[in-house]
């Protein structure tokens, strides 16, 4: 008898170290969320509410607090249980269906006074116990008016707390079981309490039970988390009145939640670190792919307007600069510092001499593309500076064709920027990671996405109109249209 008493002490201690570790594991985790955000005030806005969460989440953990959540219709009593716990009237009740209108927390203090008065009626010990603060969560009726509002209500609570309890008052209308599969699929823990017994005849209540436990929630939860209480019944009392007779009056009798105040204490004490610590990092991932996914999609928009500069930039210096050299090497340049700017923009630090690999490797992987690029921008380079130099000679005749073939080149050195700016553009989203496929096979996946035409149309239009070339549209429509009656 004493080994197996030692024994369960050791596994006790063992299971004590283990939720110890994880509660530490969770804190390190979400510590290290909280502090890496980085998010700008653009990507901020509308992500309020996550952000104070994944604090409060910090806070639950600190303190190792458990949060205990009620959900169901109205009038099916939800306050009048937690009233019932708590042993004192805190949440607000009454006779008008859906008193509470917003969600209520209160703290639900467990001493060991509190575990005597129900120990004697379990066959385990509760002396374990050992969570430091339980809150319990008050929420208004999944069907009350202004439903929707309300539904997000829930779905925060539910995503935040530890344990659920579904308080339903009789057979299970659907809208309750719509309710509890939604809240099953979240994957906490849930208490079915069955309230207001006091109201049926002791037949009709266990038919009641029996077919809530065997045919409506079979599928979602087992008998051993379905309880009975009446956590506000009404006894019959007699009463004297005036002239000496008496009668019988409804009261409001003591609360019958001994098994619900049970059934929570077990599990709290078999597994309540450890399932504060999984909820509150289920929570903050969830919470953390939202801040990512805002993250990504705005600096998404703000990096493609730096690419888009970038390329303009570079199709206006090699449509102004008729030299050869000066074109290859401006644009470079004008690549090198688009590289940077996305990295300052994607929070990933980075050297001049990194961002020139980085264009040098992306320039390799183009391959054959970069290669046909250069040798176009060579010939058109050079038939530019040809134009160039006749146009005095010429007396401007050959100025037409050297804007033409300026803009073309322009089109083509802008079009390579835009590749390098969305290639460089996933590898920093991605953390300055090629991910598992290589740069080769995101830089063909990048490539073949592309629109050439479009782009190019767009480089060549936006050009123009930066260039203010008069006539340039009107030549080049006299020249089409010439040629068609060719």
């Known amino acids: 008898m004493n080994l197996d008493k030692e024994l369960d002490k050791t596994i006790s201690n063992f299971a004590d170290i283990q939720a110890e570790l994880n509660i530490c594991n969770a804190k390190d985790a979400l510590k290290d969320i909280v502090n890496n955000m980085d998010l700008t005030p653009e990507e901020r806005a509308g992500l309020d509410s996550e952000i104070s969460g994944l604090e409060s989440m910090l806070e639950k953990l600190e303190k190792a607090s458990v949060y205990i959540a009620v959900f169901g219709m109205v009038g099916r009593g939800k306050s009048s249980l937690l009233n019932a716990l708590l042993g004192e009237k805190v949440f607000q009740t009454g006779p008008i269906h859906g008193v509470t209108k917003t969600t209520q927390i209160r703290q639900w203090e467990l001493g060991r006074e509190n575990l005597t008065e129900i120990e004697s009626s379990s066959t385990n010990s509760l002396t374990s116990y050992r969570i430091s603060q339980v809150e319990l969560i008050d929420t208004p009726g999944i069907d009350e008016v202004d439903g929707e509002t309300r539904e997000l209500m829930a779905r925060q609570v539910a995503k935040q707390a530890d344990l659920l309890l579904?308080?339903?008052?009789?057979?299970?209308?659907?809208?309750?079981?719509?309710?509890?599969?939604?809240?099953?699929?979240?994957?906490?823990?849930?208490?079915?309490?069955?309230n207001k017994?006091?109201?049926?005849?002791?037949?009709?209540r266990l038919a009641i039970y029996n077919k809530i436990r065997d045919e409506r929630v079979r599928e979602l939860l087992s008998p051993n988390e379905i309880v009975m209480a009446a956590a506000s019944p009404l006894v019959a009392k007699a009463v004297q009145r005036s002239d000496g007779s008496l009668k019988v009056e409804m009261v409001r009798g003591k609360p019958q939640v001994e098994d619900l105040k049970l059934k929570i204490l077990e599990i709290l004490d078999k597994e309540g670190?450890?399932?504060?610590?999984?909820?509150?990092?289920?929570?903050?991932?969830?919470?953390?792919?939202?801040?990512?996914?805002?993250?990504?999609?705005?600096?998404?928009q703000s990096a493609d307007r730096v690419i888009w500069k970038g390329v303009m930039t570079k199709a206006m210096a090699i449509a102004l600069n008729p030299v050869t050299v000066v074109d290859i090497l401006s644009g470079a340049i004008i690549d090198v510092a688009m590289i940077l700017t996305l990295s300052k923009l994607y929070g990933i630090r980075m050297s001049q001499t990194g961002a020139v690999d980085l264009l040098q490797k992306i320039a390799i992987s183009m391959g054959g593309i970069t290669a046909s690029e250069l040798v176009a921008n060579l010939g058109l380079s050079s038939l530019k500076g040809l134009l160039g130099l006749a146009a005095p000679v010429t007396g401007g005749l050959s100025l037409a064709p050297y804007l033409s073939v300026a803009v073309t080149q322009a089109a083509v050195g802008g079009l390579s920027s835009y590749g390098i700016g969305q290639i460089t553009k996933t590898y920093l989203a991605n953390g300055a990671s090629w991910g598992e496929e290589g740069p080769k096979a995101v830089v063909s996946n990048i490539l073949a996405s592309l629109d050439e035409n479009s782009i190019m149309g767009r480089i060549k239009e936006e050009l123009i109109n930066k260039l203010k070339i008069k006539d340039f549209?009107?030549?080049?429509?006299?020249?089409?249209?010439t040629g068609n009656r060719e």
Request: glycine letters at 4%; charged letters at 30%.
């Open 166 to 194: 579904f308080a339903v008052a009789g057979d299970i209308a659907q809208v309750e079981y719509e309710a509890l599969s939604y809240l099953r699929d979240a994957g906490k823990p849930i208490l079915l309490v069955f």
């Open 197 to 204: 017994i006091d109201q049926y005849p002791e037949a009709d």
């Open 273 to 300: 670190k450890s399932l504060v610590a999984l909820n509150s990092m289920l929570y903050a991932d969830d919470v953390n792919e939202q801040l990512v996914h805002r993250k990504i999609e705005i600096r998404s």
């Open 473 to 481: 549209r009107q030549n080049q429509d006299t020249e089409k249209g």
